[in-house]
């Protein structure tokens, strides 16, 4: 039976949930033959009507993760105080300092959601996570309750170093920064528009304007 060209796990959209190889030829259930070393995935069927779309199993961390670099790209092409606008018109200065607070806080906005997919994804199916509450008492959280119950915070801090056996990363730069994406994230989310006149310099929009000096690491590595 004639083989076919199969593709290899490097070949897979890196926005695929799950991707892994065969350890051996197989016989698809099409009649085809997959040789050792294809890629295997996840498939979501989405149906409309007559028509039948099958895609891989999309990462959710991936995707968000995909839009807030994107964003990000689109920011550092409208930042009013990197590029030259004229400052005699001030509608057009307007509309692009909107533009890159468009663009800006969907960068934040996504990449904590990122994150929180990231965690979710992460936590094994069999952990068990013991947390002690206010009252004292230690309680037995599993996959699916630590998801909904357990902060983010604890999530990365604490439930996946032991999940993984991995360092904590509290006390790291990238610990601090994820604290500030945090923060921003929240006062987005949570926006408080009526600020006193002599606190206007704190709202997050003027933060957002400066947050250019903040340096977002974890785009670097996003291709």
């Not at 993760?65 to 930042?79: D, G, I, M, V």
């Not at 200065?93 to 990231?118: D, G, K, N, P, R």
């Not at 909904?148 to 790291?172: F, N, T, Y």
Request: some cysteine; hydrophobic content about 40%; overall charge positive.
């Amino acid at each position: 039976m004639r083989k076919k060209k199969s593709i290899t796990p490097d070949q897979v959209d890196w926005r695929t949930r799950v991707v892994t190889s065969l350890a051996a030829d197989a016989v698809l259930p099409s009649g085809r033959t997959a040789v050792k070393g294809a890629a295997v995935s996840l498939s979501t069927i989405f149906k409309q009507g007559e028509n039948t779309l099958s895609v891989g199993d999309p990462s959710a961390s991936a995707l968000y993760l995909n839009l807030s670099h994107k964003a990000y790209l689109k920011s550092l092409r409208l930042h009013p105080f990197q590029n030259s606008v004229s400052q005699r018109n001030n509608y057009k200065l307007s509309a692009q300092t909107y533009e890159y607070l468009e663009q800006i806080s969907a960068c934040v906005i996504f990449a904590f959601s990122a994150l929180e997919a990231f965690a979710n994804e992460a936590i094994p199916e069999d952990f068990t996570h013991q947390a002690k509450r206010r009252t004292g008492i230690f309680v037995a959280f599993r996959k699916d309750s630590i998801e909904r119950h357990i902060s983010l915070d604890e999530k990365l801090g604490d439930v996946l170093p032991k999940a993984l056996d991995k360092p904590s990363p509290k006390g790291s730069q990238v610990w601090s920064d994820y604290v500030v994406l945090r923060r921003l994230r929240d006062r987005l989310i949570h926006l408080a528009l009526r600020l006193p006149c002599l606190k206007i310099a704190l709202s997050i929009f003027h933060m957002l304007l400066g947050v250019w000096t903040f340096k977002m690491n974890f785009h670097k590595n996003v291709s």
